[in-house]
């Protein structure tokens, strides 16, 4: 999903980061490149306009704040906009409290308005509530047939009246749903290639009769802009309480979703990933922005190193790393705290850029819990200066952790090139973690 945008805007935050300081010509220039990316992503242009002079705005006022680096300030800006830009929160699915309930599916033709209407059954079957699904679209006797049979896959009734007017058909479903104790009832209207008065006045009597709780308008994400005209189109004739982009597991750019907001007013609510009847996802505003900025889980990620790093410990070592005193010991200690954070790969991949690096490569905890056994053999003396280790004593901790000498050359030659890898890093950000591996 969005692989090209991500890919452009972490290259332009790659360059961000490296500034020592922010000038009005840097960051236009910076501005100048996350327009373009937005741009070629099929993002909307005056979206993008107005995304570009909201960051701008800010970034400018926020020049003196001294403790944050310029560029990591740049991207917190724009993930800051982005998150407004995509609508803040999550739009949950609105169910009446009174039963039933009704979701009205609309959109063009093979936007995926039956696959929404089965996903949607599936969801809130196995919310335990009882629902009915409509056909309403009696123009094809294939469309009644189609819904039928995910109907089936699924388990949940199908209400059909074969071709008799969309109206009639739901009119018959609610009194249908009334009498059985029906939850929630979606219906599966017809669609249209493009939009035409037919189309919009059979849904607006639909509407009138109804007065559904949701009016949910399917568009394909592959169409890009197209997907967002459609969208503004419907909401302005209809009043939609919400959008679905499907076909979000395609090679779309992001550009609907990205602009749909921004151009309608009406919240994304929910995203189709996929053909399967469970491939369908609610729609995180912040979540999203995270990663079409490829900071992976970025914000997670925070939280649980602010959880459990202990912040004096970490403040101390930095000075030690500094000042290039980092002993065995100190290794221990981070040892030890990494494996509070949770699985070694969980923690990496969250971390932005560390999840590609990684792919593939795999962490073995027994050769952590090796690395550990051995720390543990030795004495304070030895872990604060592991050159006097000689041959007895190497043989020493070999035999009290269970390893071979061999296991323990490696591993303090290791530990040497670690050390000095770190005194190259030089200055550390972000109480103890390596600069690289912070987003801002
Ligand atoms: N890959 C992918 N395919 C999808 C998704 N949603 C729907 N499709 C596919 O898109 C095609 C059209 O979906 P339908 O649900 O039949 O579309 P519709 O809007 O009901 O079409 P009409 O009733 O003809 O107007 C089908 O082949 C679906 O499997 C999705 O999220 N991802
Ligand atoms: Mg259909």
Redesign the pocket.
Known sequence: MFDSLTEKLEATFKKLRGLGTLTEDNIKEALKEIRRALLEADVNYKVTKDFIQDVQAEAVGAETIRSVEPGQLIVKIVHEKMIKLLGEKTAEIQISERPPSIIM?C?????????????LGLLYKKKKQKVLLVAA?PY?PA?VK?LQTLGKQIDVEVFEMGQSDPVTICKGAISKARKEFVDLIIF?T???LHIDEELMNELSDIKKMANPREILL?A??MTGQDAVNVAREFHEKLNVTGVV??????DARGGAALSIRGVTGCPLKL?????KLT??EPFHPDRMASRILGMGDIVSFVEKAQEMVDFKEAEKLEKKLRKSQFTLEDFLNQLQQLKKMGPLESIMEMIPGMGKALKGATIDPKAMKRVEAMVLSMTPYERQNPKIINGSRRKRIAAGSGTTIQDLNRMLKQFAQMKKMIKSMGKMNFKGLPKDMMPF
């Open positions: 599916i959109g063009l033709q093979g936007s995926g308005k039956t696959t929404l209407t089965a996903k679209d094809r469309a189609q599966d017809a669609g249209r399917v394909d994400a982009l499907s076909k979000m597991d395609g995203v189709g990933i996929g053909e491939d369908l």
